[in-house]
């Protein structure tokens, strides 16, 4: 058995692991920033930004030649990660960035079995799905969202206000953005755990002869 095979189930529970400790991140900053996160929540409502390309990643990871995946996917992405990082004041998205698609692109590095794949795809298709439909949903209810700690207030005081160099309503009311990480990956975690304890589905993936 291929290593990334023989430590699937650990390999999943890091990224479990991983989508937990963000959407605390999430829930902690909205509900109670200190004076010296301003950046941060800058970083986490640019991070949600960034997910609208990064979401579609895991499915083109799965099912590229594992070539593509290296030579093209990964240094296109990161261009994306790079670009989204510059406009924020420390390097959380491109720490986010290596870290998830390290996960997500283990399949690239070794042949694994069909159920294997699958699971892979489902994952990023479903979060795919659930990412559009939030936005939708978040968009229709944003008025109903707490501020909780991210109130106009500590927003002027903490110089968020006057750091920000662009606008829009993940930047203008950062309140909805960190309100949409946490509801985004407390789901991509119930995801995971789903499809890990699921019966493996034998059917082939697929298949895309490799270059």
């Known amino acids: 058995m291929q290593i990334i095979e023989k430590y699937d189930r650990q390999f999943e529970y890091l990224g479990i692991l991983i989508n937990l400790l963000i959407a605390y991140q999430f829930y902690k900053i909205w ?37 593509i995946s290296l030579y093209v996917l990964f240094p296109v992405y990161g261009l994306f990660a790079l670009a989204f990082n510059a406009a924020t004041e420390n390097n959380t998205i ?3 960035y290596l870290v998830v698609i390290f ?8 042949d694994v079995s069909p159920a294997l794949k699958n699971r892979a795809i489902l994952t990023s298709v479903l979060a795919a799905i659930i990412y559009f439909i939030l936005i939708f949903v978040i968009m229709f209810t944003m008025n109903s969202i707490p501020e909780l700690g991210l109130h106009e207030e500590y927003l002027e005081i903490s110089g968020y206000n006057a750091a920000k160099t662009s606008g829009g309503v993940f930047i203008d009311t950062p309140h909805i953005a960190i309100f949409f990480g946490l509801i985004y990956y407390c789901f991509l975690v119930l995801i995971e755990v789903l499809l890990l304890y699921k019966p493996q589905n034998k059917n082939p993936p697929i298949n895309i002869p490799d270059i």
């Open 31 to 67: 509900s109670n920033p200190t004076i010296n996160d301003a950046s941060t929540v800058s970083a986490l409502a640019a991070l949600m930004a960034f997910e609208f390309i990064m979401v579609h990643s895991g499915v083109f990871m799965a099912v590229m030649p594992r070539k």
């Open 103 to 110: 996960n997500r692109m283990r399949f690239a590095f070794s």
């Open 94 to 96: 491109l720490i986010a």
